[in-house]
């Protein structure tokens, strides 16, 4: 143990953060970004802008016979139909299905498969919205931040889980070498170097200590049973659908009788679920359609409870009667779903979302404070080297281009995936995953312009780019959609979502551009102090002569 506890756990705290903080600012941007994953689809497909206006003045069970229409037609075959009712944060009709898969299709090409079958209904006609481009929108910062990209699932949620564990070791190591974390809670001293950014590291991380070391280890939990799995091979000999099958029940298939029957109508199941909950039906899935064994699972809105699963309510698709109904899950599922409700925040209300999305900027802000730390700490120890001509050893310009290319370049990143939302043509393949790349394309190439100039000035560009990126998005509605922030603030309550997307983005483009100008202005400041310390030339006078 180095010199006693809180040292050994100084030192932990340190490189348990240092190795795994620039993936760990990624993992944090796009699960913050997720909060609003809804939101930023909707921004991100502005030909369903006119739909979310539209006030829809047909009853819950007209909107589902006519999205049952429309998937007789396109999906007759499908396992499974998923409806999706409009809400406050999702104002159209979103459809999708599955269909049986074909032999040697890997899960990639199921997915990818499946993001194809949809359609979108405007619920005020009953009638297909105009087709959507081509975008995952904020469904892929959800799902990169535990997917990550470019590679299998498996081993992005690896990756993801390892800095996550580091994740967890660095916060409570951090706790217990911080003597005084609760006073220090209310300090920030300003023009202080290395004691300012300690103050700004210890301010964003204990302020939402509570969200850090919940929003880690439930992160943890919704995928142990990938990170454990010597239960499952030990009791169910490695069958893992089996032990899905008896730990949560409600989540078992339905299997196909092969005799085909008509589905009964949904209007009566509707109206009884509705009586029940005193509220309307949120989702409906219906497991093998078109088939004897058919069932409709109505799912009630997320309400108060935890669990990420809403209690719901099975009927005969057939015969309409009531099969079961579900409450709050009891047992040991309750407790993996509640941790994995609260990781996802379904039950958040508008403030409480707005809440956790703040509780994220501060976990982004503690990783990329203390990452800056580590680099200061390093310069100061060889400060006196570099002022005699010497060069920064290997590993701290390292760390300061990283630090550069994920601080400064993962807003870059962002706002280019939002601007390639509009002005990538609407007819190109693959037009998404174009979006995507777009992503990584510009974060790639922020870290490699890092690597090259780890200097002030690029930090300085970079900050400007993603300030100029991220705050010119309300002005890039302005010329590619009719629905800026003229007619979103002001105009139906369909289109809030989309005014705020806009706003926010601005907001966080101006902190961008503030804190270019801090940094050039700091800048001039030390070059004027640098100037005045020079002794001034002596002149000599007649009588020295």
């Known amino acids: 143990m180095r010199e006693g506890l809180r040292q050994s756990m100084a030192w932990l705290h340190t490189w348990s953060g240092l190795l795994v903080c620039w993936v760990l600012l990624l993992i944090f941007m796009g699960g913050t970004s997720a909060y609003y994953r809804d939101e930023i689809t909707l921004w991100m497909k502005p030909e369903l802008h006119a739909s979310a206006a539209a006030t829809s003045s047909l009853p819950p069970a007209a909107i589902a016979a006519q999205t049952v229409a429309a998937l007789q037609e396109r999906a007759p075959n499908a396992t499974a139909w998923y409806i999706g009712l409009p809400n406050e944060r999702n104002p159209v009709v979103l459809a999708s299905w599955t269909l049986p898969p074909k032999k040697g299709m890997s899960m990639a090409e199921r997915r990818a498969a499946f993001r194809k079958q949809n359609v979108t209904l405007d619920p005020g006609t009953g009638l297909e919205a105009p087709q959507a481009r081509d975008t995952r929108g904020g469904e892929f910062l959800y799902r990169m931040h535990f997917d990550l990209y470019y590679m299998s699932a498996i081993w992005g949620r690896w990756i993801v889980g390892i800095c996550a564990m580091f994740m967890l070791v660095a916060i409570i190591s951090g706790v217990i070498t911080h003597k005084r974390i609760f006073k220090d809670i209310f300090t920030f001293r300003p023009k202080k170097g290395q004691r300012s950014w300690l103050d700004a590291h210890n301010a964003t991380a204990v302020l939402a200590l509570p969200f850090?070391?919940?929003?880690?280890?439930?992160?943890?939990?919704?995928?142990?049973?990938?990170?454990?799995?010597?239960?499952?091979?030990?009791?169910?000999?490695?069958?893992?659908?089996?032990?899905?099958?008896?730990?949560?029940?409600?989540?078992?298939?339905?299997?196909?009788?092969?005799?085909?029957?008509?589905?009964?109508?949904?209007?009566?199941?509707?109206?009884?679920?509705?009586?029940?909950?005193?509220?309307?039906?949120?989702?409906?899935?219906?497991?093998?359609?078109?088939?004897?064994?058919?069932?409709?699972?109505?799912?009630?809105?997320?309400?108060?409870?935890?669990?990420?699963?809403?209690p719901s309510m099975t009927f005969n698709g057939v015969t309409g009667a009531l099969i079961s109904s579900t409450g709050e899950p009891s047992g040991v599922s309750s407790m993996r779903r509640a941790f994995y409700g609260l990781h996802v925040a379904h039950f958040a209300d508008t403030f409480l979302r707005a809440l956790f999305f703040l509780c994220g900027l501060a976990g982004c802000a503690m990783v990329a404070t203390g990452a800056l730390l580590w680099g200061v700490k390093e310069r100061q120890k060889v400060a006196k080297v570099?002022?005699?001509?010497?060069?920064?050893?290997?590993?701290?310009?390292?760390?300061?281009?990283?630090?550069?290319?994920?601080?400064?370049?993962?807003?870059?990143?962002?706002?280019?995936?939002?601007?390639?939302?509009?002005?990538?043509?609407?007819?190109?393949?693959?037009?998404?995953?174009?979006?995507?790349?777009?992503?990584?394309?510009?974060?790639?190439?922020?870290?490699?312009?890092?690597?090259?100039?780890?200097?002030?000035?690029?930090?300085?560009?970079?900050?400007?780019?993603?300030?100029?990126?991220?705050?010119?998005?309300?002005?890039?509605?302005?010329?590619?959609?009719?629905?800026?922030?003229?007619?979103?603030?002001?105009?139906?309550?369909?289109?809030?979502?989309?005014?705020?997307?806009?706003?926010?983005?601005?907001?966080?483009?101006?902190?961008?551009?503030?804190?270019?100008?801090?940094?050039?202005?700091?800048?001039?400041?030390?070059?004027?102090?640098?100037?005045?310390?020079?002794?001034?030339?002596?002149?000599?006078?007649?009588?020295?002569?």
């Open 212 to 310: 850090h070391l919940m929003i880690t280890y439930t992160g943890i939990v919704t995928l142990m049973f990938m990170y454990m799995e010597a239960p499952t091979k030990a009791v169910y000999k490695g069958d893992q659908q089996a032990m899905f099958a008896e730990v949560f029940p409600d989540n078992e298939r339905v299997k196909p009788a092969r005799v085909a029957a008509p589905l009964a109508d949904f209007g009566p199941m509707l109206a009884h679920a509705q009586a029940a909950w005193g509220q309307p039906v949120s989702r409906i899935v219906v497991s093998q359609p078109n088939d004897a064994n058919a069932t409709v699972q109505l799912v009630r809105p997320s309400g108060q409870q935890l669990s990420n699963v809403e």
């Open 386 to 545: 570099v002022a005699k001509g010497g060069r920064l050893g290997f590993g701290v310009r390292l760390v300061d281009a990283l630090n550069i290319g994920a601080i400064a370049g993962l807003p870059i990143a962002f706002g280019v995936y939002f601007w390639s939302n509009r002005l990538l043509p609407l007819s190109i393949e693959n037009r998404a995953a174009m979006e995507a790349n777009c992503f990584f394309i510009a974060w790639g190439a922020a870290m490699l312009l890092a690597q090259i100039r780890p200097s002030r000035a690029m930090w300085r560009f970079q900050l400007v780019v993603g300030a100029v990126l991220l705050a010119g998005v309300p002005l890039l509605n302005v010329f590619t959609t009719d629905t800026h922030l003229g007619v979103t603030l002001f105009g139906p309550a369909g289109l809030r979502p989309v005014a705020a997307f806009d706003l926010v983005v601005f907001a966080l483009g101006v902190l961008l551009g503030y804190a270019a100008w801090w940094l050039k202005r700091k800048e001039q400041k030390a070059a004027g102090k640098a100037a005045g310390a020079k002794p001034a030339p002596q002149v000599q006078t007649r009588e020295a002569a």
